[in-house]
Nanobody, 117 residues
Framework: QVQLVESGGGLVQAGGSLRLSCAAS????????MAWHRQAPGKQRELVAR???????DYAGSVKGRFTISRDNAKNTVYLQMNSLKPEATAVYSC???????????WGPGTQVSVSS
C-alpha cells in the first residue's frame, strides 16, 4: 500500500526557514512525480512545488526563489526547503505522489507550518 508521511513542520518567525520531509513507500518512488501542496483555513488547496522523475521542478509564483523541492531516490524521500518565510505561508502542507489522469493519486496527512509576524 502506498504511504506518504510528512515531517518537519512547526513554528517559525517571519524570515526564518524550515525543511519539510515526506517519506514514501509502497510504490516505485524513483519513477513517479512528487509534489507539495498547502491549504490555509478558508482557502483552497494550492500546488506549491512539484518534481518529476527526471528532476524537473515547478513552483507556484508566490514561492519562486524562496522554496526548493528536491528528492532523494535512495531514501524514497522528497523535501521542501522553505526560506524567507512569510506569515501568509501558514498552512497545512501535504505531500502527494503519482500524477495520473489529471490528479495526484496519493496524499499524506499533512504537517502544520505556522509563521509568526
Amino acid at each position: 500500500q502506498v504511504q506518504l508521511v510528512e515531517s518537519g513542520g512547526g513554528l517559525v518567525q517571519a524570515g526564518g526557514s524550515l525543511r519539510l520531509s515526506c517519506a514514501a513507500s509502497g510504490y516505485t518512488f524513483s519513477s513517479k512525480s512528487m509534489a507539495w501542496h498547502r491549504q490555509a483555513p478558508g482557502k483552497q488547496r494550492e500546488l506549491v512545488a512539484r518534481v518529476d522523475s527526471g528532476g524537473s521542478t515547478d513552483y507556484a509564483g508566490s514561492v519562486k526563489g524562496r522554496f526548493t523541492i528536491s528528492r532523494d531516490n535512495a531514501k524514497n524521500t522528497v523535501y521542501l526547503q522553505m526560506n524567507s518565510l512569510k506569515p501568509e505561508a501558514t498552512a497545512v502542507y501535504s505531500c502527494s505522489a503519482v500524477f495520473s489522469g489529471g490528479r495526484w493519486l496519493y496524499w499524506g496527512p499533512g504537517t502544520q507550518v505556522s509563521v509568526s509576524s
